[in-house]
């Protein structure tokens, strides 16, 4: 190979990490937009949900099928990537399939694992966009996927397609050179599947097999490189942040929502109790609940980058499956695309959050909000611990507290709890006469 | 023969004596028609296997759970707040209660606020008094053989990761217990969790409780247990929405177990 495919694949190298570089601190920033919140307890808990849920993909087998195809094409994406570095190293070096003499038939092995993988990842990428666009299984023909986010689960899905594919023909096209002994093509013993292909390129020159072999080389690599910065711009970014998304997970029981300090103080005050750590008031009072991404934990920011929107949480979620206008999977695309719209605006010098928009109203309804029953089915169902129902519960806080915008029977729960320390309208001196009875039979021996 | 006790928190600590767990009743056990009668039964099964026992009575207050998943944070904490003031007056250690909505914020919510407990559900409780012997079921009462589904509650189920306390009272009942196709982890809301219960369902296609209702009935179950106030209101309300009620009860665990004591 000359030196000028060498310099031509390090400068597409050094711009697509470039690119991906910029696109990293564009995401971070967006992700940090969200309120400062630290969850470091338990690391050794935190590694092992990792190890399990994200590496081990534990949650997923909840749906068999779909966790066996998803498998295969994880797997084949974790080991695909190993020959990935002998293809950047054999684009910086000039060199052709570097490792293989230093491997000879644990090459051979390795080779034929990877193009097992590479055709498992096809059928389940064929498979995928059967159930998608076919089938059309219900979780992934929701209305919140109309348009782009149908667009983008394809275009992955035919991309990985078009990966594996050039793959084979790689193999197949360098296998065939190898055989007639053109160039300096090694021959790596018999491959299994690409062989399959030969019949379709044995009739070409050697010319043009060396054409299709390069072409297929290049396409791969650039390719890859390509997918990498498009997983920036797309649901499917959960490949990596499934893996920070889960060391941070809520260790806590899913019952328990998060205290606010802000509140215990001035509840305190009122009902004339010491109140500690006066000394030190909060520098600032921000908003009570969420309106808007900033008001959220910035780990909620990071649940919404790392969904991949497979709408496990909305196919569970008791007020969907009644034909509620609620969709915990919405939840999650409305927070990232609401954290995206202001890191743009940001970035373009624009209002960012004082763009007169915000995640509550422009994004997210009331009565969205509203139907929620807090049953902890979507935070059950997801396969890497995101937690849509504090978002809306935060977001719940921010509309009873500073808009006091509740539903009209909820401000009468309110009432009566105030008035008679109940959500229903008893009197408080009648809480225990349900006793009477009781005191009033006789125990049988 | 002498008649049940229900002693106070305030009439023991006048005496001098304080109880090994306080019974905590909650609103729907004080106040809602039907699940009095759990609460009765409750208290029954304590008198007679004479576990030492106290509520607040008059003193108890709403945990403020609907309060705070309705986002009106404010109203929980002055709720919490005051509790928890009486609870450490009483010097309370161990607390049990008959619904998971005020077992989950006392549990879980109340230690933020200075209110550490021992918190447990009635259906761990009945569980414990079951394996230690002291509630003897004799078997052969009226649920025996009989087929019998028990719908998770949200908050016992997926929010405390209790699912096999009450299972495992339902099967001392020597009956045939069967499983809804969503349950455990799965579970579906009865739709009452997250202060639903106090307002008028969002638009849709169905109520919550008639579909977990349907799915209830599905199972040929002859009677639906449940370990939750609200789930029991939506349940009950469910079976009636499918002109069910004459043939399908919807039964508290403790009602069970008082039954099975013929008490």
Same mark, same amino acid.
């Given at each position: 190979?000359?030196?000028?495919?060498?310099? =031509?694949?390090?400068l597409?190298l050094?711009?697509? @990490?470039?690119?991906?570089?910029?696109r990293?601190?564009?995401l971070?920033?967006?992700?940090?937009?969200?309120?400062?919140?630290?969850?470091?307890?338990?690391?050794?808990?935190?590694?092992?949900?990792?190890?399990?849920?994200?590496?081990?993909?534990q949650?997923?087998?909840?749906?068999?099928?779909?966790?066996?195809?998803?498998?295969l094409?994880?797997?084949?994406?974790?080991?695909?990537?190993?020959?990935?570095?002998?293809?950047?190293?054999?684009?910086?070096?000039?060199?052709?399939?570097?490792?293989?003499?230093?491997?000879?038939?644990?090459?051979?092995?390795?080779?034929?694992?990877?193009?097992? #993988?590479?055709?498992?990842?096809?059928?389940?990428?064929?498979?995928?966009?059967?159930?998608?666009?076919?089938?059309?299984?219900?979780?992934l023909?929701?209305?919140?996927?109309?348009?782009?986010?149908?667009?983008?689960?394809?275009?992955?899905? +035919?991309?990985?397609?078009?990966?594996?594919?050039?793959?084979?023909?790689?193999?197949?096209?360098?296998?065939?050179?190898a055989?007639?002994?053109?160039?300096?093509?090694?021959?790596?013993?018999?491959?299994?599947?690409?062989?399959?292909?030969?019949?379709?390129?044995? @009739?070409?020159?050697?010319?043009?097999?060396?054409?299709?072999?390069?072409?297929a080389?290049?396409?791969?690599?650039?390719?890859?490189?390509?997918?990498?910065?498009?997983?920036?711009y797309?649901?499917? #970014?959960?490949?990596?942040?499934?893996?920070?998304?889960?060391?941070?997970?809520?260790?806590?029981?899913?019952?328990?929502?998060?205290?606010?300090?802000?509140?215990?103080?001035e509840?305190?005050?009122?009902?004339?109790i010491?109140?500690?750590?006066? &000394?030190?008031?909060? =520098?600032?009072?921000?908003?009570?609940?969420?309106?808007?991404?900033?008001?959220?934990?910035?780990?909620?920011? #990071?649940?919404a980058?790392?969904?991949?929107?497979?709408?496990?949480?909305?196919?569970?979620?008791? =007020?969907?499956?009644?034909?509620?206008?609620?969709?915990p999977?919405?939840?999650?695309?409305?927070?990232?695309?609401?954290?995206?719209? +202001?890191?743009?605006?940001?970035?373009?010098?624009?209002?960012?959050?004082?763009?007169?928009?915000?995640?509550?109203?422009?994004?997210?309804?009331?009565?969205?909000?509203?139907?929620?029953?807090?049953?902890?089915?979507?935070?059950?169902a997801?396969?890497?611990n995101?937690?849509?129902?504090?978002?809306?519960?935060?977001?719940?806080?921010?509309? &009873?507290?500073?808009?006091?915008?509740?539903?009209s029977?909820?401000?009468?729960?309110?009432?009566?709890?105030?008035?008679?320390f109940?959500?229903?309208?008893?009197?408080?001196?009648?809480?225990?006469?349900? &006793?009477?009875?009781v005191?009033?039979?006789?125990?049988?021996? | 023969?002498?008649?049940?006790?229900?002693?106070?928190m305030?009439?023991?600590?006048?005496?001098?004596?304080?109880p090994?767990?306080?019974?905590?009743?909650?609103?729907?056990?004080?106040?809602?028609?039907?699940?009095?009668?759990?609460?009765?039964?409750?208290?029954?099964?304590? *008198?007679?296997v004479?576990?030492?026992?106290?509520?607040?009575?008059?003193?108890?207050?709403?945990? !403020?759970?609907?309060?705070?998943?309705?986002?009106n944070?404010?109203?929980?904490?002055?709720?919490?707040?005051?509790n928890?003031?009486?609870?450490?007056?009483?010097?309370?250690?161990k607390?049990?209660?008959?619904?998971?909505?005020?077992? *989950?914020?006392?549990? *879980?919510?109340?230690?933020?606020?200075?209110?550490?407990?021992?918190?447990?559900?009635?259906s761990?409780?009945?569980?414990?008094?079951? *394996?230690?012997?002291?509630?003897?079921?004799?078997?052969? !009462?009226?649920?025996?053989?009989?087929?019998?589904?028990?719908?998770?509650?949200?908050?016992l189920?997926?929010?405390?990761?209790?699912?096999?306390?009450?299972?495992?009272?339902?099967?001392?009942?020597?009956?045939?217990?069967?499983?809804?196709?969503?349950?455990?982890?799965?579970?579906?809301?009865?739709?009452?969790?997250?202060?639903?219960?106090?307002?008028?369902?969002?638009?849709?296609?169905?109520?919550?409780?008639?579909?977990?209702?349907?799915?209830?009935?599905?199972? !040929?179950?002859?009677?639906?247990?449940?370990?939750?106030?609200?789930?029991?209101?939506?349940?009950?309300?469910?079976?009636?929405?499918?002109?069910?009620?004459?043939?399908?009860?919807v039964?508290?665990?403790?009602?069970?177990?008082?039954?099975?004591?013929?008490i």
């Amino acid at each position: 190979m000359s030196i000028l495919y060498q310099l =031509a694949f390090v400068l597409i190298l050094g711009a697509a @990490g470039y690119i991906l570089g910029k696109r990293i601190k564009f995401l971070r920033r967006n992700i940090l937009l969200g309120k400062p919140e630290t969850r470091n307890d338990q690391p050794e808990l935190r590694w092992k949900t990792m190890a399990l849920v994200a590496f081990g993909q534990q949650k997923m087998f909840k749906r068999v099928i779909p966790a066996l195809l998803h498998l295969l094409i994880y797997v084949g994406f974790l080991v695909i990537n190993l020959e990935v570095l002998e293809f950047v190293l054999d684009g910086v070096f000039g060199t052709h399939r570097l490792f293989a003499p230093y491997l000879g038939g644990a090459y051979t092995v390795a080779m034929n694992f990877f193009e097992f #993988l590479a055709v498992g990842v096809l059928i389940s990428c064929v498979a995928f966009l059967i159930r998608r666009n076919v089938l059309k299984v219900g979780r992934l023909n929701k209305p919140e996927l109309k348009g782009w986010p149908a667009l983008d689960a394809n275009l992955i899905l +035919v991309i990985e397609i078009v990966l594996m594919l050039a793959i084979l023909t790689m193999n197949a096209t360098d296998q065939i050179l190898a055989e007639r002994g053109v160039g300096n093509y090694i021959d790596v013993g018999p491959l299994f599947f690409s062989h399959f292909l030969f019949p379709i390129f044995e @009739g070409l020159s050697d010319g043009f097999l060396v054409f299709v072999e390069r072409a297929a080389w290049w396409f791969h690599i650039i390719g890859i490189l390509a997918f990498a910065i498009y997983v920036t711009y797309s649901k499917h #970014l959960h490949i990596f942040l499934a893996f920070p998304n889960t060391w941070y997970s809520n260790l806590k029981p899913k019952g328990e929502m998060k205290n606010m300090p802000e509140v215990t103080n001035e509840v305190n005050m009122m009902l004339g109790i010491p109140v500690e750590n006066q &000394a030190d008031p909060p =520098a600032e009072i921000g908003r009570f609940g969420a309106k808007d991404i900033n008001d959220l934990s910035w780990i909620s920011v #990071l649940n919404a980058y790392s969904c991949t929107e497979c709408g496990r949480c909305t196919a569970e979620c008791p =007020a969907n499956i009644t034909g509620k206008n609620l969709s915990p999977r919405k939840i999650m695309m409305d927070v990232r695309d609401r954290a995206e719209e +202001v890191g743009k605006s940001i970035d373009a010098g624009g209002p960012g959050l004082e763009d007169g928009k915000s995640l509550l109203g422009d994004y997210i309804t009331k009565e969205e909000l509203n139907a929620c029953t807090s049953c902890n089915a979507c935070v059950e169902a997801c396969p890497v611990n995101i937690d849509p129902l504090s978002i809306i519960l935060q977001m719940r806080r921010y509309i &009873a507290m500073e808009e006091s915008g509740t539903p009209s029977q909820w401000n009468a729960m309110f009432q009566n709890m105030e008035t008679s320390f109940s959500p229903w309208k008893f009197s408080p001196s009648d809480r225990f006469n349900w &006793a009477d009875k009781v005191k009033e039979s006789e125990q049988s021996q | 023969m002498s008649t049940y006790k229900v002693p106070t928190m305030a009439e023991m600590a006048s005496n001098g004596k304080a109880p090994e767990v306080l019974f905590w009743v909650g609103c729907a056990g004080s106040f809602d028609e039907r699940y009095k009668a759990v609460t009765q039964a409750f208290v029954k099964i304590l *008198n007679k296997v004479g576990v030492s026992f106290a509520v607040l009575g008059p003193e108890e207050t709403c945990t !403020g759970d609907p309060a705070r998943r309705a986002g009106n944070e404010f109203l929980f904490q002055m709720q919490a707040v005051a509790n928890i003031q009486v609870m450490n007056a009483y010097e309370v250690k161990k607390v049990v209660t008959a619904c998971p909505h005020c077992f *989950n914020t006392i549990k *879980n919510e109340y230690p933020a606020l200075g209110g550490s407990y021992e918190v447990i559900h009635h259906s761990q409780f009945l569980q414990q008094l079951i *394996n230690e012997g002291k509630v003897r079921l004799q078997g052969g !009462g009226e649920f025996r053989g009989k087929k019998i589904t028990f719908h998770d509650s949200c908050y016992l189920g997926r929010a405390n990761n209790v699912y096999e306390a009450p299972r495992e009272v339902i099967r001392a009942l020597d009956v045939e217990l069967v499983e809804m196709k969503r349950c455990k982890t799965k579970g579906l809301c009865c739709g009452a969790g997250g202060a639903q219960m106090f307002k008028e369902p969002e638009p849709g296609n169905k109520d919550i409780n008639v579909e977990r209702t349907e799915e209830a009935l599905a199972t !040929g179950a002859q009677a639906i247990a449940v370990g939750c106030p609200f789930c029991l209101t939506m349940m009950t309300d469910g079976v009636k929405n499918k002109n069910r009620e004459a043939e399908v009860k919807v039964l508290d665990l403790a009602e069970m177990i008082a039954k099975e004591m013929g008490i």
